[in-house]
């Protein structure tokens, strides 16, 4: 390139960067975060005023508001004294866009037609809505309209006329929600396919779980008590229904021409009124609970259903129990520099009655080989449901409260002391429950 050449390329250069300065031209290296009331004073100025992947921090306080999220972003509240209240008019949060987080708030007061909600999404995939009451709402969340691969996790719903509501929506999962006191139903799910309804507790409502016109859903996990419908299908079919814990509802299902799955892998539900025997002590009972001509639990669960999750080592364990004692302080601890673990919690029952224990423990967490209740060495029977992958175990024990703990077999170089510290102080603490017990019936 000759002098002139070069000279003309500078000079274009820096014409060039001359008329760039007259622009306002900026690249966003992180998201914002924008402060309602203090940079905004309503929680919608601050959505028209975020931009994609921004967040929207609302400090507790009333807000009587309709808000229409459109962009992808988190709004998040302080506490769940932030309250968003559409003052009995329309739906009051409404999300047209995808990737949109919303937690920590109250929302409250939608109109009273059965549609008004208190989230309303349309055409949204990947949200998040969690860590919210959702009250007083005709629907207190309502995905709708091909608003797939959503979650919607531990959400306290009461009071609406339909808790949390799916419709021609796919791939969602409802996890962890405590939906209550709804008019219609609990959780709902209309023309909508492949979603998981898992580990949720409907109470107190016209259906707990309601299916219509829908295929291919998972069911599990769920706690469906004190409802007028525990379960109802109409005109679905292909869907299946297991681990869940149906207590104590007027009609404990509903079926309108529907053909479904209710067990996996040798395990049903739990029935609150089924009465019959469990002769080879396994935790399953004997005989299959016929619902209709085209539904059977074949494997109905002589006890509750629990599901634990422990972390060690970078992965996820799950260690799953039936049983006919109520299960408190579940706990999963690891001695001896890593190299052992113990499960460990209490389980109640009525004095003078046998309680037992169906658990399930994966190989990789623990080979079970010790079994001890209030410190003393229990047997158990190892079920043949065992695999490399899991071990299952059945034992029994007289009710009252008392501690169960499982420890896997120990390596020869562990001192023969650390077990008998292990089994004292299982002993000393079922010791001072008992005490503290006595005392507290004295006093």
């Known amino acids: ?73 988190t ?18 949060v409404t999300i047209t866009a995808d990737n949109v987080n919303i937690s920590g708030f109250t929302i409250q007061n939608s109109g009273p037609d059965f549609w008004d909600s208190g989230v309303y999404t349309s055409f949204s995939t990947w949200c998040n809505i969690s860590h919210n009451i959702l009250i007083h709402n005709g629907h207190g969340i309502w995905l709708n309209l091909h608003s797939d691969n959503n979650i919607l996790a531990q959400n306290n719903v009461s009071h609406n006329l339909v808790g949390i509501g799916i419709s021609t929506s796919n791939n969602n999962t409802v996890t962890s929600n405590y939906v209550f006191s709804s008019m219609h139903c609990g959780i709902g799910l209309s023309s909508a396919s492949y979603n998981i309804v898992t580990n949720n507790i409907a109470k107190n409502n016209g259906h707990g779980i309601w299916l219509d016109y829908s295929t291919n859903v998972t069911v599990t996990g769920n706690t469906v008590t004190d409802n007028l419908h525990g379960i109802s299908l109409e005109y679905s079919d292909n869907n299946t229904i297991f681990h869940n814990n149906i207590i104590n509802n007027t009609q404990q299902t509903r079926i309108i021409d529907s053909t479904n799955m209710w067990d996996s892998d040798y395990e049903g539900n739990y029935w609150s009124d089924y009465e019959e025997l469990d002769a080879d002590q396994d935790g399953i009972g004997d005989s299959p609970r016929i619902i209709d001509a085209n539904n059977t639990d074949n494997y109905p669960l002589m006890g509750t259903f629990s599901d634990f999750t422990i972390e060690w080592e970078e992965q996820i364990h799950h260690v799953t129990t039936i049983c006919n004692s109520t299960i408190s302080n579940f706990n999963f601890e690891v001695t001896y520099d890593g190299e052992n673990k113990t499960i460990r919690f209490n389980v109640t029952g009525q004095d003078g009655t046998t309680g037992f224990c169906r658990i399930r423990i994966p190989t990789t967490l623990m080979n079970t080989t010790y079994v001890y209740v209030n410190g003393v060495s229990t047997p158990y029977t190892l079920l043949p449901r065992s695999n490399t992958t899991h071990k299952y175990i059945y034992f029994t024990y007289n009710h009252s409260t008392k501690e169960v703990v499982i420890i896997p077999e120990f390596p020869s170089t562990l001192p023969l002391i650390l077990l008998m510290i292990l089994i004292l102080a299982a002993a000393v603490r079922s010791k001072k429950q008992s005490y503290q017990t006595k005392h507290h019936t004295v006093s």
């Open 75 to 92: 709004l998040q509240g302080e506490n769940r004294s932030s309250i968003i209240d559409g003052n009995n008019t329309s739906h009051v």
């Open 1 to 73: 390139m000759n002098k002139t050449a070069l000279t003309s390329f500078a000079i274009l250069y820096l014409l060039f960067a001359i008329f760039l300065m007259g622009f306002d031209i900026s690249v966003k290296a992180s998201p914002d975060i924008i402060h309602v009331p203090n940079d905004y004073a309503k929680i919608q100025w601050a959505i028209d005023n975020a931009t994609a992947g921004d967040a929207i921090l609302v400090s507790a306080g009333i807000y009587y508001e309709h808000v229409t999220i459109d962009k992808p972003l």
